[in-house]
């Protein structure tokens, strides 16, 4: 899975049914938690701080009607200022209620870490999703841009296993999901790497679910895909979410139940799949600009004043580090060697930093490197210094 330790932005839970646990680091006080069933049944207006998570657990909810919970629930979500993740917690027998889209249905068996660990890569997937939008809608399409195959193709689900439930897989995914076999995980791995699937269910016994779904993880092209694992017994669960499962399906879940968490998950993974092409093309066009005198200024202080007022909704600081030589005691004596460093410094901030941080040569700036986070901006500059204290340019 594609593990991610800490919170992109920190901020009380809002639960119902199930708190969810901090890690001894502790990430808001817990004083600052909300129950939205004290909200609901009270009439309180929710407070201003916006949330890490929304967590529900629906066991033994009542939910019928549009003015029940579930209809509350949904249009306070809907006048957040900006998207959290939002998880259902269920069982393989329970009734989903309809109209709801969360960011992800899981089994309420998820420990706390996981469930935390998911927390995490989620707010890091909407981060990313907002900053393909983004760079879509300030840079523009490249004509011609070829994706790499993992990112290319139609909506897909890839059934790995031979537990013979292939037909209910397909009836289960929605009409305009293409569903693709796989016997095993060297299999699985192998159509992986040709073409994008948005969702992997492992349906095969619990000793074969661990192997196959540490071979898909141990891949970083595919660390941050949904995948479903069966579980045909409820003390295994565990072991399968801490080996890699975004969700585990215990049981017979009923039809409806089984088709929401299907459709959910491929849900989050297409759009995924749609951002990490969006982030890798506008890379290859920003690298491209480098031959061309570099980024547009009118584009670059664009961008800067959009993000930077996007990440304040959620509290965040946007970063601006100038990768220019003389800021890390390097002096250039010609064009030549300028142009060299500038190229050495893109590269090691390429390397160095996440697909969402910006890294380009601005026309009149030089190279720079826009970052999410701070922690980010010290091992960028320690990295550098590194590099340039032993490197003869």
Not at 65 to 70: D, I, K, L
Not at 74 to 103: A, K
Not at 305 to 328: H, Y
Request: net charge negative.
């Amino acid at each position: 899975m594609d593990v991610e330790t800490s919170l992109s932005w920190r901020g009380p839970y809002w639960y119902a049914g199930r708190r969810p646990r901090r890690s001894s680091g502790g990430d808001a006080p817990e004083d600052l938690d909300v129950s939205l069933l004290n909200m609901y049944e009270r009439g309180n207006e929710p407070p201003t701080a916006l949330p890490a998570a929304i967590v529900v657990d629906i066991g033994g909810m009542d939910y019928t009607g549009p003015e029940g919970f579930f209809g509350w629930l949904q249009d306070l979500v809907s006048r957040l200022p900006c998207e959290v993740p939002f998880y259902i917690l269920t069982g393989s027998e329970d009734r989903l209620p309809e109209g709801v889209q969360p960011t992800a249905i899981i089994d309420r068996g998820v420990p706390d870490d996981v469930l935390l660990m998911l927390i995490c890569i989620h707010q890091r997937a909407q981060l990313r999703s907002e900053e393909a939008q983004l760079r879509r809608r300030i840079f523009g399409r490249i004509p011609g841009f070829g994706s790499v195959p993992h990112h290319s193709g139609t909506s897909s689900l890839l059934v790995v296993g031979l537990s013979g439930r292939f037909l209910e897989w397909q009836d289960a995914s929605e009409q305009k999901v293409e569903v693709v076999g796989a016997f095993d995980g060297n299999m699985a791995v192998e159509f992986m790497s040709k073409r994008a699937f948005d969702t992997v269910v492992v349906d095969a016994p619990f000793e074969d679910a661990i192997d196959y779904m540490q071979q898909i993880r141990r891949d970083s092209r595919f660390a941050g895909l949904p995948v479903l694992a069966v579980c045909e017994y409820e003390e295994d669960s565990v072991a399968l979410f801490r080996n890699g499962a975004s969700d585990v399906l215990v049981g017979d879940n009923r039809k409806e139940t089984l088709s929401s968490r299907l459709v959910s998950a491929l849900r989050f993974g297409k759009r995924r799949r749609l951002s990490d092409r969006v982030l890798a093309e506008s890379h290859m066009w920003l690298r491209q600009q480098i031959n061309e005198g570099g980024l547009g200024v009118e584009y670059y202080t664009n961008y800067l004043e959009t993000c930077s007022n996007a990440l304040a909704v959620r509290g965040l600081d946007l970063w601006e580090i100038r990768l220019l030589p003389e800021n890390f005691g390097y002096s250039v004596s010609s064009t030549e060697e300028r142009d060299e460093i500038y190229r050495t410094l893109l590269s090691i901030a390429d390397a160095t930093s996440r697909d969402e941080d910006l890294v380009c040569l601005v026309h009149e700036f030089g190279p720079v490197a826009v970052l999410k986070n701070e922690a980010g901006t010290q091992r960028l500059q320690k990295r550098i210094n590194s590099i340039l204290t032993h490197t003869t340019l």
